[in-house]
């Protein structure tokens, strides 16, 4: 069974750099055919798709956050990681890590994990 568990803290200042990190088990993230996946939803909104990185390590970004995302992989550990520079409030939010097909349909999630910027 496919599962996704992502870490990091819960609490990081304004003008800081958020770091989070997926670790995936049951399935390796060099897999052909899938896109590991970011993905945020603040407080009272929608979900907001950040990222993703591919099993060859390529990425995209949503253009709303590009200039301060940062997708990577460390494929020794089968995890990825969310860099997002210079929070800012605005930035707090529940932030998910998933797995999605060829078709971008997300299949697999973790739990989520809240990070709130204040100072």
């Known amino acids: 069974q496919v599962q996704l568990q992502e870490s990091g803290p819960g609490l990081v200042k304004p003008s800081q750099t958020l770091s989070l990190a997926c670790t995936v088990s049951?399935?390796?993230?060099?897999?052909?055919?899938?896109?590991w996946n970011w993905i945020r939803q603040p407080p009272g909104k929608g979900l907001e798709w950040i990222g993703w990185?591919?099993?060859?390590?390529?990425?995209s970004y949503s253009p709303s956050l590009k200039s301060r995302t940062s997708i990577s992989r460390d494929t020794s550990k089968n995890q990825f990681t969310l860099q997002l520079s210079s929070v800012t409030p605005e930035d707090t939010a529940d932030y998910y890590c998933?797995?999605?097909?060829?078709?971008?349909?997300?299949?697999?999630w973790g739990k989520g994990t809240l990070v709130t910027v204040s100072s």
């Open positions: 998933a797995r999605a097909g060829a078709n971008f349909d997300m299949d697999y």
């Open positions: 990185i591919t099993n060859s390590g390529d990425t």
């Open positions: 049951g399935a390796t993230i060099t897999a052909n055919s899938y896109y």
